[in-house]
C-alpha cells in the first residue's frame, strides 16, 4: 500500500459521493470515510485484498460501455460527463470552503482524477 495508491483510492471515494471525515482510522491512519451512510475505512479493506488479490481500480462509468452498442454507449458517456461534470463543479466549491489542507489535496487529486476521466471520454 503505497501513499499515492491510498490518495487514488480515497479519491475515488469522493468521486462516488464519499465524505471525508475529521477522525482517522486507528489501524492505518489514514481518514475514515462517510460512504452510503456508514462510516468506513476505506483504506483497510484494500491493504487486506491487496495481499491475496489484487483490488481492480474503482470503476469510472465509461470504461464498462466497451462492449455496448455504440449508440447506447454514446448516450451512457454523455450522462456519465456531465455527472463528473457536475462532481468536478461540488468538489472545486469545496475546496474553496476547505480549511484542512490535507483535504483539500485529496479533494483537488479527486478533481484531477475526473478531470482525466472526461478527458478520456472525449477521446473516444
Ligand atoms: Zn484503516
Known amino acids: 500500500m503505497t501513499a499515492d495508491r491510498a490518495?487514488?483510492?480515497?479519491?475515488?471515494?469522493?468521486?462516488?459521493g464519499g465524505k471525508m471525515l475529521a477522525k482517522s482510522c486507528k489501524?492505518?491512519?489514514?481518514?475514515?470515510?462517510e460512504y452510503k451512510g456508514e462510516t468506513?475505512?476505506?483504506?483497510?479493506?484494500?491493504?487486506?485484498?491487496?495481499e491475496s488479490h489484487p483490488e481492480p481500480e474503482p470503476p469510472?462509468?465509461?470504461t464498462r460501455s466497451e462492449q455496448l452498442p455504440a449508440p447506447v454507449a454514446r448516450e451512457l458517456?454523455?450522462?456519465?460527463?456531465?455527472?463528473i461534470e457536475r462532481?468536478?463543479?461540488h468538489l472545486c466549491e469545496r475546496i474553496r470552503g476547505e480549511q484542512r489542507p490535507d483535504e483539500?489535496?485529496?479533494?483537488?487529486?479527486?478533481?484531477?482524477r475526473g478531470a482525466r476521466a472526461?478527458?478520456?471520454?472525449?477521446?473516444r
Open 7 to 16: 490518495d487514488e483510492v480515497m479519491a475515488g471515494y469522493l468521486l462516488k
Open 27 to 33: 489501524v492505518c491512519g489514514y481518514p475514515l470515510f
Open 40 to 50: 468506513q475505512c476505506v483504506i483497510c479493506p484494500l491493504a487486506a485484498s491487496e
Open 60 to 62: 469510472v462509468p465509461a
Open 77 to 83: 458517456q454523455g450522462k456519465a460527463a456531465a455527472e
Open 87 to 89: 462532481t468536478i463543479v
Open 104 to 112: 483539500c489535496l485529496t479533494l483537488m487529486k479527486a478533481v484531477e
Open 118 to 123: 472526461l478527458a478520456r471520454m472525449g477521446q
